[in-house]
């Protein structure tokens, strides 16, 4: 072949591979062009262990259209996911998918390695440019598949595309089977069904870290009360001196103002004002009948006037144990112990002082019943019935207006919310913070506090069938507007009572959660009608009204909601409830009862029926033994101690809402709270017995202690 020829035919090749490489190229160009491009950014959580070895895929679902799953390690050089990283990657899709319905996450295990990840968030970019939020916040196996939905609020019947539908009811679907009713005791809110912990859905769990702190920290208590080895010890105390000296090392500031001043007769009134159970007092506009108290028991106790003159001027105060009344003792240590249901009388002074000035011991009155114990009455009487008062004031708190009113309620809203709510749902987002680890700690306290061989049964009076008893009849008492701060401040008569810390913070911060909960409900429920319309919001309460009031319509709990601001209203009671309320009775438990004399768990002696016999002897020989009392003291401190896994009220780590009216919300929230934070420590500042329970900085979202 000439020279020539050949470079022709090379020519040639030339211009037909130039032209097959450009068409080829305006090709891929049309198609770049025509594709769609998903930028999806991923980040793993920051707790310990979250990263991961395992593969992650992920695949968008649009309204028209699903892209192809991707594997996310394919454009990296290394495997697995480490903690608190993020990786990014673009999915192409031919055409646009329409607005994102979800997103599909699964994992893959690694040659074989089991290990899980926590995954905190994904964020799509869509080719619009707009930023897709993804909430995610929880613990993924190594081969599991979870759907995510928007970040975006929707109720149900916003959220019209059938696929979005579909996917709110699978949703549903999968956690009622996981999250059932069960039945602890009849007359009892009903509970989660399972009766381990460790069974629950890993998302409910205690993190690594807070089972860990809990853990070591529920050893450990008698040791660090340097208490070890009196925990058997069924002697009585030789002294009170004695008791002090083995608490000497506790440097609390609080149980050592309790130590010096728990015998005074005005801080046993304070104590109802401000102490663990400030929800018993009320004002007295008429005297029981079984507590016949007259103008001359009281003579010179209320100044140069009369008790009739100081009732009709409001001044005169009402603690009653009701409650208690008919219930035995529980056995500790193969010891009875006794339980009394008293009658408590007390006067609010020109100082603003509340003081007892009458105390029964029993509901019972006449000469054969518990006398009248007076302040006048000689030092010791007057000391053990005050004494036998506290010891009731322990039952009714731990059980009635801790156990009862705020875990075993919030336990019913968690699960009404997580089976009856969908993640997209306004109202889910708004509370799901409000529900962390309660599940969890109410399964703990089932089986270690008050089961036959829990703590509270083997070192309180109160246990067994009377405990049992107790609950039935808290429940049976409990009403709507007792739950609803100002209601029930205003239902006791108790408006301007003064040095009433517990009602002054915990109005400000019902207003708070109030103003915040109207915010948000008010920006999805633009109308009644949107209320009642809401088909998984009417499935809520219905849950709430059946599984905790137990279908009462006496106790003035709604069926249904047909108002936004009924709506508002429970809401925002339920998030008082499980953080601000139980704050309030939960967290001075080692504060007030750390020094035992001042909150005995039990009483091993009757009470007194008649005056004049009581010596400090009798005392020390009522009072709890001292393996009882360490043991107490261990249990309080553990369920009153502040773990560093914890979220303070309006602190929301997980990003549930991404829209700018809710997020604006959260913000005025946790200033409106860092506010009245300001203004309770410079008010505490002028107190010689700062009340630091209602404070924001030491209210926790949930009840998760």
Known sequence: MSRALLRGHLFLLVCVYSTTAHILFEREKDISKAMASYTVTVRTGTRPFSGTTSYVYVQLRGADAESQEENLHKRFLSFGFTKGSERTITLESEASLGELIYL??????????????????????????????????????????????????????????????????????????????????????????????????????FSFSKETEFSYTARTQLIYLKLNGLADNRESWESIDQLRMNLCDITNKTIEYVEDHWDEDEFFGYQFLNGLNPMLIQRCSKLPENFLVTEEMVKGLLGETTLKAEIAKGNIFLCDYKMLDGLVGNVVAGRQQYLTAPLVLLYCNPQGLMLPIAIQLGQMAGPHQTPIFLPTDPKHDWLLAKIFVRAAEFSMQELDSHLLRTHFLSEVFAMATLRNLPSPHPLFKLLIPHTRYTL?????????????????????GIGGKSLSELLKRG??????????????????????????????????????????????????????????????????IR?????????????????????VGDLIKFVTMVIFTASAQHAAVNNGQFDFGGWMPNYPTALRKPPPKEKGQTTMDTILETLPDIGTTVNAMAVLRLLSKAFSDQYLLGSFPEELFDEEVPCKLIEDFQKDLRELSDLIEERNKKLEFPYIYLSPQNVENSVAI
């Open 543 to 563: 849950e709430i009204f059946t599984n905790g009031f137990l279908e009462r319509s006496n106790t003035g709990a709604p069926e249904s909601f047909q108002t």
């Open 104 to 205: 599909k996450l699964r994992t893959q295990a690694f040659l074989g390695l089991d290990n899980q990840w926590f995954c905190d968030k994904i964020t799509v970019k869509t080719p619009k440019g707009d930023a897709i939020l993804f909430p995610c916040y929880r613990w993924l196996g190594s081969d599991e598949t979870v759907v995510l939905r928007p970040a975006k609020a929707l109720l149900v019947f916003q959220d019209i595309n059938p696929v979005a539908q579909k996917t709110r009811t699978s949703q549903l679907e999968g956690r009622q089977k996981l999250i059932m009713w069960s039945v602890y005791a009849e007359n009892l809110p009903r509970i989660i069904n399972y009766e381990s912990a460790m069974l629950l859905p890993e998302k409910l769990q």
């Open 440 to 460: 969890h700690i109410n399964i703990l306290a089932r089986s270690r506090l008050i089961s036959d061989d829990g703590s509270i049964t083997l070192n309180a």
């Open 475 to 540: 429940t049976s008492s409990l009403t709507y507007s007792s739950l609803c701060l100002p209601e029930n401040i205003s239902e006791r008569g108790l408006e301007d009572v003064p040095n009433y810390y517990y009602r002054d913070d915990g109005i400000q911060l019902w207003n708070i959660i109030n103003k915040y909960v109207t915010g948000v409900l008010q920006h999805y429920y633009t109308s009644d009608e949107h209320v009642q319309k809401d088909t998984e919001l009417q499935s809520w």
